[in-house]
């Protein structure tokens, strides 16, 4: 057990620490953006998917208007099932705040094995990953579960999570936000920088030896010169 434990490693900590308050910041910050334009919608419907929650934007419209509810009403028109939060996104928080600890906790238990630094990046990148792909199966799945009883009868639709989609008069504008992109960096900063830390450290180590070392002009002149001597 004892051979688990022991003092953590700069470039690792140091990384750690910087990929964790990433993963925070994602927290706090949408996921993914969603925008609806219509004619009878000029400043569209605008609806930020965060990780736990879903946020519409009200620019444009009166006091109290919600965008999400506008996009439901819209929905049940064509027979989708309203937006609504999944058990993936109650349990984002609690994932997110996991994997920051158990950043943190390699960094003090293991983190010489390379098992356990491996987990833990693996563990990282998996949280954008996930993200895209779980978006698109719900989206997929919203597109393919439409009520064939709905006033207007759209057929089978695919949103996508990036780009462009068009159902009759209405299309729909979907990109990455800042949160997606916190948690790329985040993986990038865990799988990168404790390489690049160790390097950089190595290359002083060796700057600094190199100028203790007089010089090899130095020591053949001392030679030499106690030779002719």
């Given at each position: 057990?004892?051979?688990?434990?022991?003092?953590?490693?700069?470039?690792?900590?140091?990384?750690?620490?910087?990929?964790?308050?990433?993963?925070?910041?994602?927290?706090?910050?949408?996921?993914?953006?969603?925008?609806?334009?219509?004619?009878?919608?000029?400043?569209?419907?605008?609806?930020?998917?965060?990780g736990d929650r879903f946020e519409g934007e009200t620019d444009g419209y009166y006091k109290g208007f919600d965008a999400v509810k506008e996009i439901n009403?819209?929905?049940?028109?064509?027979?989708?099932?309203?937006?609504?939060?999944?058990?993936?996104?109650?349990?984002?928080?609690?994932?997110?705040?996991?994997?920051?600890?158990?950043?943190?906790?390699?960094?003090?238990?293991?983190?010489?094995?390379?098992?356990?630094?491996?987990?833990?990046?693996?563990?990282?990148w998996f949280l954008p990953i996930f993200f895209v792909a779980d978006l698109q199966y719900w989206l997929y799945n919203y597109g393919h579960s439409m009520?064939?009883?709905?006033?207007?009868?759209?057929?089978?639709?695919?949103?996508?999570?990036?780009?462009?989609?068009?159902?009759?008069?209405?299309?729909?504008?979907?990109?990455?936000?800042?949160?997606?992109?916190?948690?790329?960096?985040?993986?990038?900063?865990?799988?990168?920088?404790?390489?690049?830390?160790?390097?950089?450290?190595?290359?002083?180590?060796?700057?600094?030896?190199?100028?203790?070392?007089?010089?090899?002009?130095?020591?053949?002149?001392?030679?030499?010169?106690?030779?002719?001597?």
């Amino acid at each position: 057990m004892k051979k688990l434990f022991g003092k953590p490693e700069p470039a690792w900590l140091i990384s750690a620490v910087m990929a964790g308050a990433l993963l925070a910041a994602a927290i706090f910050v949408p996921l993914w953006r969603m925008e609806l334009i219509a004619p009878q919608y000029p400043s569209g419907l605008i609806m930020y998917a965060y990780g736990d929650r879903f946020e519409g934007e009200t620019d444009g419209y009166y006091k109290g208007f919600d965008a999400v509810k506008e996009i439901n009403a819209l929905n049940h028109y064509i027979g989708m099932k309203p937006i609504e939060k999944v058990t993936e996104m109650k349990l984002f928080i609690p994932g997110m705040l996991a994997t920051v600890a158990g950043l943190i906790a390699v960094s003090f238990i293991a983190w010489h094995k390379k098992l356990f630094r491996g987990l833990m990046i693996a563990a990282v990148w998996f949280l954008p990953i996930f993200f895209v792909a779980d978006l698109q199966y719900w989206l997929y799945n919203y597109g393919h579960s439409m009520d064939p009883r709905a006033a207007l009868n759209t057929g089978d639709i695919t949103p996508k999570v990036l780009g462009s989609t068009k159902v009759w008069n209405f299309h729909s504008e979907n990109s990455l936000q800042i949160g997606f992109f916190l948690m790329v960096l985040s993986a990038l900063t865990i799988t990168l920088m404790p390489m690049a830390i160790r390097r950089a450290q190595a290359w002083r180590q060796q700057k600094a030896a190199s100028a203790g070392a007089p010089p090899a002009t130095s020591v053949g002149a001392t030679a030499a010169h106690g030779e002719t001597a």
